[in-house]
């Protein structure tokens, strides 16, 4: 069954550093999205990517945050200057179609750590 | 702000016995999503309801959505230790034209042999 890949699995990065999250969703979806889960929190809502551009994002994703499509296949967040507080999984999501009923398929994460 | 609240937040129960968990909200969804995520990996989709009332049955899991689309249960016969896990519910939000998910803190079901 397809699948949505995220590497690295585990990064640990210093704090000021910028950081790069990769994301191949799975290929024939058209819509991406990012969340975060802060550990032992909820999974929170990041940004959501159409069309190369941002569909919608949250009060989270400030000027620090930027994802890109750079090619037919990656899906990337980036991180401009990394804080302690940014320490969480990051999970990177994909769906066939847009609409709010259509089901989203979850990547395994990258686990941030920011020292 | 839309809210989901998960409750119990934690299950321990014998092999075999039934349960049933919730999600409950004040707020109106357009869907809810359940998910299943193991230690270490991402949350892994289980079933989509979208119409008040709905009923969705995954082998021995029973999905509801509330008439009101504000709420729905999970419910699981005879559990097995392999339903031990993390229990997500995800509402998709009316508002928006997006697919932007509300998720809940999520249930831990303990299943013992």
């Known amino acids: 069954e397809p699948e949505v890949t995220q590497t690295p699995s585990h990064q640990v990065t210093q704090m000021g550093q910028e950081v790069i999250l990769r994301c191949v969703p799975i290929?024939?979806?058209?819509?991406f999205y990012w969340y975060r889960q802060i550990l032992g929190q909820k999974v929170e809502f990041l940004v959501s990517?159409?069309?190369?551009?941002?569909?919608?994002k949250s009060e989270i994703f400030d000027d620090q945050f930027s994802v890109e499509r750079p090619d037919g296949s990656n899906f990337t967040l980036k991180i401009r200057s990394t804080k302690l507080e940014d320490s969480a999984m990051y999970f990177c999501?994909?769906?066939?179609?847009?609409?709010?009923?259509?089901?989203?398929?979850f990547g395994d994460g990258t686990r941030l750590s920011i020292l | 702000t839309q809210l989901l609240e998960q409750s119990p937040q934690f299950l321990s129960i014998q092999e075999g016995e039934n349960l049933t968990v919730y999600c409950n909200s004040s707020?109106?969804?357009?869907?809810l999503q359940w998910y299943r995520q193991e230690p270490g990996e991402g949350p892994v989709l289980l079933v989509t309801?979208?119409?008040?009332?709905e009923v969705k049955k995954l082998k021995r899991l029973t999905f509801q959505f509330g008439d009101a689309r504000k709420d729905s249960s999970l419910h699981i016969t005879a559990a097995q230790p392999g339903d031990t896990g993390l229990y997500l519910c995800?509402?998709?939000?009316?508002?928006?034209?997006?697919?932007?998910?509300?998720f809940g803190k999520g249930i831990t079901l303990s299943v013992r042999p």
């Open positions: 999501a994909s769906s066939e179609e847009r609409g709010q009923r259509q089901p989203q398929h």
């Open positions: 290929s024939n979806h058209l819509y």
């Open positions: 990517f159409y069309n190369n551009e941002i569909s919608e």
């Open positions: 707020s109106v969804f357009s869907s």
């Open positions: 309801v979208v119409t008040g009332g």
């Open positions: 995800a509402g998709g939000d009316p508002a928006g034209a997006n697919s932007k998910l509300t």
